[in-house]
């Protein structure tokens, strides 16, 4: 779903405005993906998928809650105005730096090793905890993401739930929440399997228990010829779940959900510029100025973006679209393994613009410094109006933290 109002006139004057590469996110689009999950009681967006701080702030205005899986998601969280108690810890370690974080500021944790419950005990004495269970099987649109099964390291094992509980309270720890997520991009069955497995699991917690948590992992399209998720059947699936526990805790149990790709996904655009076009034999190469430092997913998971040409028409050819990286893989349009997978564009010539679509998540939060590139500037269009939320990084802030010790 693309939104209609980043067409390619707005689009082109945005790059002439802010220079390319560029991520484009439209409001709007994020904010009708929130109010579509009105069927959960909380939607705590998983801020990895991307951790720029306006857009913490729009999904805080829309009432949203939030996760952060490390120290660093800790701070943006405050930083972008959410209260220490509308933050949750999500992790299968801390790391020192996230445990004196989650000390300092009460935050609540989500546990998904055995490990951490003695270490927060030491620093939260009688906390409140959410267990993460791994169901024993998982499912994401790849293998790398992937959260559930013997081969994922996320989650407590389903057979040790009950010596976690029993290790929890010997702790004094209460635990009040189970959680499970178990892939980016799941099927529809897999994540309803999953929520039969922790409806069961509540069995040994109801007296404590308050709270559900179905994890993140809606899927998007990313093709038009992708299936629509049936959010609501899904919804529903999760509340027929939750009544049933609450009739034999009698007690009201919240259900959350922590979307992260499903919120933000579709709302962006990365606009980048053709720099060169050429032939190399059979293949033609167009060459633009974005590349996998801005969006590693087609290099890492062979992940299909649908990329177009702004106000190019003419007769469509086959071509590879690759970026300014000294790395061959540095390539947008390849299949999971890498080979490459060209794609229909009108002719172009270097000066034109391509827009990529459906980045607004794990594009900017994936981004590196490869190459010494700078990490791109972005931009918020809110209907008619629009403002940089980031800017473009500057070269002295590449090299900032050796300059001065050399
Ligand atoms: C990555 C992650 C999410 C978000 O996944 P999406 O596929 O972006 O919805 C939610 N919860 C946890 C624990 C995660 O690790």
Redesign the pocket.
């Known amino acids: 779903m693309r939104p209609a109002i980043l067409d390619d006139a707005r689009l082109s004057a945005l790059a002439r405005e802010h220079g390319t590469p560029l991520f484009v996110y439209d409001a709007a689009t994020i904010c009708a993906r929130y109010a579509e999950l009105s069927g959960f009681d909380v939607v705590?967006y998983?801020q990895?998928?991307n951790p720029n701080l306006s857009l913490l702030a729009l999904l805080r205005e829309c009432g949203a809650a939030i996760?952060a899986?490390s120290a660093g998601e800790i701070e943006r969280a405050l930083a972008a105005g959410f209260a220490p108690n509308e933050i949750v810890y999500?992790?299968d370690l801390f790391d020192r730096a996230a445990l004196e974080g989650v000390a300092r500021h009460g935050i609540h944790v989500?546990v998904?090793s055995r490990d951490m419950l003695a270490q927060l005990a030491a620093v939260q004495p009688r906390a409140d905890v959410t267990l993460?269970i791994n169901p024993g099987f998982g499912h994401?649109h790849h293998r790398k993401?992937t959260?559930g099964g013997s081969d994922s390291k996320?989650g407590i094992w389903h057979e040790e739930l009950p010596v976690a509980i029993d290790q929890a309270r010997e702790f004094g720890l209460r635990v009040v929440g189970l959680?499970l997520?178990v892939?980016?991009?799941?099927s529809f069955s897999r994540l309803v399997r999953a929520g039969l497995e922790l409806v069961h699991a509540a069995e040994r917690v109801e007296t404590t228990l308050s709270s559900i948590?179905a994890?993140?992992?809606?899927?998007v399209r990313y093709r038009a010829t992708d299936r629509e998720f049936p959010l609501e059947r899904y919804a529903e699936s999760w509340r027929a779940g939750v009544r049933s526990i609450e009739a034999r805790a009698r007690r009201p149990i919240s259900l959350e959900i922590?979307?992260?790709?499903?919120?933000?996904?579709e709302s962006g655009v990365l606009v980048t510029e053709v720099r060169a076009t050429k032939r190399q034999g059979e293949r033609e190469f167009v060459l633009v100025d974005a590349g996998f430092h801005n969006l590693i997913r087609p290099t890492l998971y062979g992940a299909y973006h649908e990329i177009r040409a702004l106000a190019k028409l003419g007769p469509e050819r086959a071509v590879v679209v690759a970026g300014p990286l000294c790395e061959s893989s540095d390539v947008f349009t390849q299949v999971p393994g890498g080979a490459l997978a060209p794609i229909l564009l009108p002719p172009l010539v270097a000066g034109d613009l391509l827009a990529i679509h459906d980045v607004g998540?794990?594009g900017t939060s994936m981004a590196s410094n490869y190459n010494s590139q700078p990490i791109a500037a972005e931009v918020l269009v809110d209907g008619e109006r629009s403002r940089l939320i980031r800017r473009r990084q500057r070269f002295d802030e590449l090299f900032a933290p050796e300059r001065e010790l050399l």
């Open positions: 705590r998983a990895k998928a996760d899986v999500t992790a989500n998904g993460r994401g993401v959260t996320h959680h997520h892939g980016s991009g799941a948590s994890g993140g992992g809606l899927p922590e979307p992260g790709r499903w919120l933000v996904a998540a794990y």
